[in-house]
């Protein structure tokens, strides 16, 4: 009975570090996104900016 207690055990804590370890590779592949699309963002920001400047540059 123990043993195979013991084994249940043992499976279960195997299954929780595989998850783990795949809620580490998700939230890593996550926060690669939010980095990538902050920066995308950013540029595209700096693009309507530098786009206004010149139309403004080009009125005057």
């Given at each position: 009975m123990d043993?195979?207690?013991?084994?249940?055990?043992a499976r279960a804590i195997e299954a929780s570090r595989t998850l783990r370890a795949q809620h580490r590779v998700v939230a890593d592949q996550i926060d690669d996104a939010k980095r990538e699309?902050?920066?995308?963002?950013m540029?595209?920001?700096?693009l309507r900016s530098e786009i206004k400047a010149f139309r403004d540059n080009r009125e005057e």
């Amino acid at each position: 009975m123990d043993d195979a207690l013991f084994a249940r055990a043992a499976r279960a804590i195997e299954a929780s570090r595989t998850l783990r370890a795949q809620h580490r590779v998700v939230a890593d592949q996550i926060d690669d996104a939010k980095r990538e699309a902050r920066r995308v963002m950013m540029e595209s920001a700096m693009l309507r900016s530098e786009i206004k400047a010149f139309r403004d540059n080009r009125e005057e």
